[in-house]
């Protein structure tokens, strides 16, 4: 069964209504700051200050516009009121100083018919044999920092691939060793770097083709999923969805894709907060191989590429399995028009395993209890790479965030065997060493806002009088009282964890109620700490950050990321060293993976899995999960058997 809210349906918190959407283009029109010549980077709401609206204030609805006159590279930053068709302010922005407005879709074919008309990239190709233009896809890469020379303009590098039909897969044949430089505002080819000629790899790697991939695998009979009740999930007309005690709103921008709101669980009668805002902010993939055509490769797919408008239309049977709710999502176009995202989030729900379990060997009971979560989940496709992003409820109060990443893995010509920056995936065709690197956003509310962030540890004790035989071991608890004490790295080997708790709240037990947040601790970024992208992405350099809460400080990597050259976001909060305990705070999570690719990685890459998870760590008295039935009669019949001893 298949359930579709329209996007004009749901008044989604974080999704923009489509006549919001005109209206903000309507006002810039008449304001005289955005002509036809203007792009509309990026349009969403813009953030209102959450204390005001718990205190009851009903504040207005504001869109935040990123502008920018192709013609010129003039870019602002601006703020209207919709509903008054009023400009509450409006920025020119310093391409010196703020960095420059995400990327336009104009300019990836812009790049293109430019650079096919160069005669220095022209004779490039043609010292490799490649004289069909036709045949030559030109692929814009964000540029990173700029040369002294190159400050203020709106570059885009360039790499080439050869399509040789409409059909092939353009991954598979890099044109490796020339990079152009090209200004997408003047329309120039400011230089062609022939570093070095590399061959072109010749196999292909159509997999989306029967007659490349050969036939279809038997024997796999098929699965159904069916709730013939329907679902237990309900969700109304502003997103508010409830499930098994959890209530969320479910919103979607065009930045971070989805954004979930006032997340709660009930506690008996009580319906108890754990987070007001959750979010994916910010990613960026670093690549390791820093040859003279690749070193500046790195793309925040989040800032530079805005991640939730490359968002999929789902498709029922392929992406999502069961009984589904879709939603639709509205973003804006470059033209500032609305644009409908059919299907573009899933909900459902899944069997998880086990939730509980135990035979009892001295009163002869057997209680099994199944396990199911709610799952809120959407994908995207930004270039090469799919990401699927999914939100996981649990029973017993667990939350769970999952990047399921797949697609193609970017491709270069491999130089040779031993060379240690790639992966050569098929003849000649190598697949450079890269990082996934991801920054959730938490704005957490547990039990109110007056919260504070503890480090647990294991720690082994040393023998002694309380540990005469060598056997015990503890807990150490350090709580992180101010922004540089928070900024923490993740260690698997003592078993680090973080504890997200209430300073004015405790439990029946005389505790602080709370949430844990355990890491994976997997690589942080590797570039050097000197590098271009260290300053661009410092965020990345910790597993965990905490701040105290500020409407405007939204991206670990700052407002405005593309061609900045760094510093701007939480290295620039961080400095003033705010106190974070006993407040309403935030944490920055950074997890991701760290990617040499396989050979079976190309030429589409199997799901890689990176994410968190979140716990009630003291938030309730028992087992939040012991009234959940079980799924079949015998799952509850006690099972007689023999009385053995404990362990």
């Known amino acids: 069964m298949t359930t579709i809210l329209p996007a004009g349906a749901n008044a989604l918190l974080a999704t923009l209504a489509a006549e919001e959407i005109a209206a903000n283009r309507a006002t810039l029109e008449a304001a005289g700051i955005a002509t036809a010549q203007t792009h509309y980077s990026y349009v969403g709401l813009a953030a209102p200050d959450k204390r005001r609206l718990i205190a009851g204030e009903e504040l207005p609805r504001l869109v935040r516009s990123f502008l920018i006159d192709m013609t010129t590279g003039i870019s602002h930053d601006v703020v209207v009121d919709p509903a008054a068709r009023s400009v509450i302010s409006s920025r020119e922005l310093d391409p010196h100083v703020d960095g420059a407005v995400p990327v336009v879709l104009r300019e990836f074919g812009f790049v293109e018919e430019v650079v096919h008309q160069d005669e220095r990239w022209i004779a490039a190709m043609a010292k490799r044999g490649l004289t069909d233009l036709s045949q030559l896809r030109v692929n814009p890469l964000s540029a990173g920092v700029l040369a002294d020379d190159e400050r203020g303009r709106r570059i885009q590098r360039c790499f080439t691939f050869v399509q040789r039909t409409p059909d092939d897969l353009g991954w598979a044949h890099p044109v490796d060793g020339v990079t152009v430089m090209v200004d997408v505002v003047t329309g120039e080819v400011l230089d062609v770097i022939d570093h070095v000629d590399l061959p072109v790899p010749q196999e292909d790697g159509n997999y989306h083709l029967p007659s490349w991939r050969g036939p279809d695998r038997t024997g796999l009979k098929p699965i159904e999923i069916s709730q013939p009740e329907g679902p237990s999930f309900s969700i109304d007309e502003h997103g508010v969805l409830d499930w098994a005690g959890w209530r969320l709103q479910v919103g979607f921008d065009q930045r971070e894709g989805l954004v979930l709101h006032d997340v709660s669980i009930a506690d008996g009668g009580e319906q108890r907060s754990v987070l007001y805002r959750a979010s994916i902010a910010e990613m960026v993939v670093p690549y390791g191989d820093p040859s003279p055509q690749r070193w500046f490769q790195n793309f925040f797919d989040g800032g530079e590429y805005l991640f939730g408008g490359f968002a999929n239309s789902l498709e029922l049977g392929c992406d999502c399995v069961g009984d589904i709710t879709y939603l639709d999502a509205v973003v804006a176009g470059n033209d500032g028009a609305p644009r409908v995202v059919r299907q573009a989030i899933c909900i459902h729900e899944e069997d998880a395993g086990i939730l509980w379990k135990h035979s009892d060997n001295w009163n ?152 844990m947040l355990y890491p994976e601790g997997k690589p942080l970024l590797l570039a050097d700490s000197e590098s271009d992208i260290h300053k661009r992405a410092t965020f990345t350099t910790k597993h965990l950050w905490v701040t105290p809460y500020q409407p405007d400080e939204l991206y670990p990597a700052g407002d405005f990321v593309n061609l900045h050259p760094g510093g701007a976001g939480l290295p620039q909060w961080v400095s003033a060293d705010r106190s974070v305990d006993g407040t309403d705070i935030v944490l920055w999570h950074t997890f991701g993976l760290t990617h040499f690719p396989r050979v079976e990685d190309w030429p589409i890459m199997p799901v890689d899995t990176c994410g968190f998870v979140l716990k009630p760590h003291g938030f309730f008295g028992r087992n939040p999960s012991l009234d959940i039935p079980a799924s079949d009669a015998h799952c509850a019949a006690p099972d007689h058997h023999d009385h053995h001893a404990g362990h």
Not at 385 to 397: E, I, Q, R, S, V
Not at 471 to 497: H, P, Y
Not at 503 to 510: D, F, I, M, S
């Open 364 to 515: 002869g009971s057997s209680e099994t209890r199944r396990n199911r979560r709610l799952v809120v989940s959407f994908f995207m496709t930004v270039g090469n790479y799919d990401y699927g992003f999914y939100w996981y409820f649990g029973l017993d109060g667990t939350i769970e965030f999952e990047v399921k990443a797949t697609g193609i893995v970017f491709t270069s010509a491999h130089p040779g065997k031993g060379y240690p920056f790639a992966t050569e995936v098929a003849p000649g065709l190598g697949a450079p060493n890269h990082q996934h690197l991801f920054s959730a956003r938490l704005d957490v509310a547990v039990d109110g806002l007056a919260n504070a962030v503890d480090e647990l540890e294991a720690v082994a004790v040393p023998r002694g009088p309380q540990n005469p035989h060598g056997t015990g071991f503890t807990q150490s608890v350090t709580r992180l009282r101010t922004e540089s004490e928070a900024q923490r790295i993740a260690s698997n080997l003592t078993g680090r964890t973080w504890f997200v708790g209430s300073t004015e709240v405790q439990n029946r037990l005389g505790e602080p109620v709370g949430w």
